[in-house]
Antibody, heavy 119, light 110 residues
Framework: EVQLVQSGAEVKKPGESLKISCKGS????????IGWVRQMPGKGLEWMGI????????RYSPSFQGQVTISADKSISTAYLQWSSLKASDTAMYYC????????????WGQGTMVTVSS | QSVLTQPPSASGTPGQRVTISCSGS????????VNWYQQLPGTAPKLLIY???QRPSGVPDRFSGSKSGTSASLAISGLQSEDEADYYC???????????FGTGTKVTVL
């Protein structure tokens, strides 16, 4: 079965660092781009950026450039999203998703990781 | 603030047809294909339509997509209670260099 499994919910304080993960299985992890999508509480979907695990080519949305770091370890079929200094406004659900073909469609989604940042 | 505009809500009774619009511009819908996602309450989004009008395996043919110029539409025919969800259109934007999602439409089955 093709799937993406994300790490569990996190509760952090402002200023702390965090790295969440997304592990792919059931397909060639290095052959598909993996994107990250933010959904703030009660809000819509926002594309944060994307990485190609095969060569770690990474693209960021201008809105998230410099705010987060996207990376991947192809040896363990895992993509990451990390923050060096969290803010309360980073509280959201974060999804990873596999991009299929050239049409920018995301066909497989992780279950989501809820990140809560509160003092 | 999304560059793809959808109506905030749509509704219908079981068996009815519901249509959701998605309005964009020449830099996104006008020059790239449109995808649609369904997000059931408390779950991750699911790809519903890709490349304007293609259904992934397993998606019922009650769902159909279309595109004309800088707008796209999702139609749900034979509405069912399990179709209650949020629906998002999405497309690449060549000017912003980002994948943009629509504002989202909540579908309610009356």
């Amino acid at each position: 079965e093709v799937q993406l499994v994300q790490s569990g919910a996190e509760v952090k304080k402002p200023g702390e660092s965090l790295k969440i993960s997304c592990k792919g299985s059931g397909y060639s992890f290095t052959s598909y781009w993996i994107g990250w999508v933010r959904q703030m509480p009660g809000k819509g979907l926002e594309w944060m950026g994307i990485i190609y695990p095969g060569d770690s080519d990474t693209r960021y949305s201008p809105s998230f450039q410099g705010q987060v770091t996207i990376s991947a370890d192809k040896s363990i079929s895992t993509a990451y999203l990390q923050w060096s200094s969290l803010k309360a406004s980073d509280t959201a659900m974060y999804y990873c998703a596999r991009r299929v073909g050239d049409q920018n469609a995301f066909d497989i989604w992780g279950q989501g990781t809820m990140v809560t940042v509160s003092s | 603030q999304s560059v793809l505009t959808q109506p905030p809500s749509a509704s219908g009774t079981p068996g009815q047809r519901v249509t959701i619009s998605c309005s964009g511009s020449s830099s996104n819908i006008g020059s790239n294909t449109v995808n649609w996602y369904q997000q059931l309450p408390g779950t991750a989004p699911k790809l519903l339509i890709y490349s304007n009008n293609q259904r992934p395996s397993g998606v019922p043919d009650r769902f159909s997509g279309s595109k004309s110029g800088t707008s796209a539409s999702l139609a749900i025919s034979g509405l069912q209670s399990e179709d209650e969800a949020d629906y998002y259109c999405a497309a690449w934007d060549d000017s912003l260099n980002v994948y943009v999602f629509g504002t989202g439409t909540k579908v309610t089955v009356l």
